[in-house]
């Protein structure tokens, strides 16, 4: 039992961009979708856990919400 469980997310578009230049974004939505549907471990948000949203953030900015989201602090990410 995590004292906190977050689930980082980003627009496929966006992941595509970091990646690169090989795949495009229907390329990972595709991806996604046979992850997210698979019979063994599908890749999903765990209950209780807290989505943040990656799209156009710097790792900085995200590691701030997730420090705030351990000690107590509102952020602009909602739970699952």
């Known amino acids: 039992d995590a004292e906190l469980k977050v689930f980082l997310t980003a ?3 966006e992941r595509a961009r970091r ?3 090989d795949e495009t974004p229907d390329d ?3 991806r ?3 992850d997210s549907t698979r ?3 599908p890749l999903i948000v765990p209950e209780g856990a807290v989505v ?3 799209t156009a953030r710097s790792v900085d900015d995200v590691v701030e919400e997730i420090v705030a989201l351990l000690q107590g602090s ?3 990410s909602s739970a699952s």
């Open 11 to 13: 627009s496929a578009g």
């Open 52 to 54: 943040v949203d990656t």
């Open 32 to 34: 996604d979708l046979m």
């Open 74 to 76: 509102p952020t602009r």
């Open 39 to 41: 019979a063994v471990s």
């Open 19 to 21: 990646r690169s230049l």
């Open 28 to 30: 990972l939505a595709r």
